[in-house]
């Protein structure tokens, strides 16, 4: 309770705290007097059409007083506060001074109806008095200093309200505990309120400052990561063609260490595409053509048949004669080259890799099926992750960073198409896309 009394802004949010704050103040002033004049305005139409009826209301002409100081200072109000509102017109200090001449306004017009009600003698009933202190504590934030006028404002209230009717002094010892218990009710929830309100703010300016570091730190981290990678592919494409050239020069002849390197630089060059790939911040977006899907899956086919060490059988199957489809064609080579070589990575070496085209509705559908070790249901929800932890060595021990499939299915989504799985574990895997026809 102490610390809550006490409790302070923390110093390097205060200042931006006080100002964002002044001016949700001031809106709320417009909100507040808005309705209450509309209220007023409306029993002052009552009053004139069933004038008889409410004329022989007790205290009539003292809730007359009442509804035509509100009618008054309802518009003053909202004039002075839309002003206020407007950004850099007024300071700080006086839009808080604003606020707290209306916090007054506010108590003062509910004290009044209160007195009224209850027969001039407040601690009969405060129902009207308590509402405006609820008001006043829920929907501004106050600082300690402004609080505090207030709390003594409620206080003056009912000693103007003890003077004014003859008390009897048992009278006025009850309304005057009732002054200092309504007092300090005032003072505790405006505590709160502005406790939970500053507790938030700071929060949510913690947290912004949190989010630029973090992106910063991912911004360096990209960029390093981008250096790094670009780095690498010029020398890993010389070892690359260096091998080429040792096993061309000695075609016929088993040489084991030379077609490793080949296939280690390959990988390698695989896993610094897929990092290039994934620091790209910005999604260019693609140059597409239209083409015949069924030529180019064909192409790609043939390639990695002629390119194949093992001379795995890689089966292409066609349904139609052509399927025209707007792709990017370096892309989406890239898709099915990881597709093709997961099923090489994850099956046998007698078993063929399927790459089927067919047209469905108004799709190009192609399937790419393996008939390997399949997936576990445990791993097929992370599959398609970011450095999925779905990520396993081949059946040769190739390693994987898990991101592959997540490219794939990424630059699949940009052209508008969607990448999905069917799997069985120990019967293999078969990856479907399914691409818009072109037209």
Known sequence: MLNLLKYKTPEK???????????????????????????????????????????????????????????????????????????????????????????????????Y?????????????????????????????????????????????FIIGMIIPNLDLDQKI?????????????????????????????????????????????????EILGFVAHDLRNPLNNIEALSRIILE??????????????????????????????????????????????????????SWQANSEEQRKINFIAHESELLSSVNPSKFNRVIDNLIGNGLKFSETNTPIDVEVLKKDTLCMIRVKDYGIGIPDNLKTLLFDQFSKAGRQGLKGERSIGLGLHISKDIVEQHGGTLSLESEENKGSTFIISMPLAG
């Open 13 to 111: 949010y205060s200042s931006d705290f006080k100002e964002a704050y002044s001016y949700i103040n001031v809106k709320q002033i417009k909100i507040l007097s808005s309705a209450i004049f509309a209220l007023a305005a409306t029993l002052r139409i009552f009053s004139v059409v069933f004038y008889k009826e409410m004329g022989s209301l007790p205290n009539f002409a003292e809730y007359n007083i009442s509804n035509m100081i509100q009618i008054t200072a309802g518009p003053i109000f909202i004039i002075v506060s839309t002003i206020a509102a407007k950004p850099n017109s007024w300071t700080v200090r006086q839009r808080n001074i604003l606020t707290l001449i209306f916090s007054m306004f506010l108590l003062s017009i509910t004290f």
């Open 249 to 302: 020069e000695n075609k016929g002849t088993e040489n084991t260490e030379a077609a490793l390197i080949l296939s280690s630089s390959r990988q390698a060059k695989d896993i610094i595409n897929d990092l290039i790939e994934v620091v790209q911040e910005e999604k260019i977006p693609f140059q597409m053509v239209n083409i015949n899907m069924v030529d180019y899956l064909s192409g790609i086919c043939m």
């Open 174 to 222: 009850l309304n005057t505990g009732a002054a200092i218990i309504l007092a300090f009710v005032l003072y505790i929830c405006s505590r709160y309120s502005y406790f939970f309100k500053s507790q938030h703010f700071t929060q949510l300016r913690q947290l912004e400052e949190k989010n630029i570091e973090v992106q910063e730190l991912n911004r360096q981290k990209s």
């Open 113 to 157: 109806i209160s007195f009224i009600y209850s027969q001039h003698n407040t601690k009969n009933t405060m129902t009207v008095f308590l509402i405006g202190i609820v008001m006043v504590s829920i929907f501004f934030s106050l600082e300690f200093k402004y609080i505090l006028i207030l709390s003594l404002h409620a206080i003056l209230l």
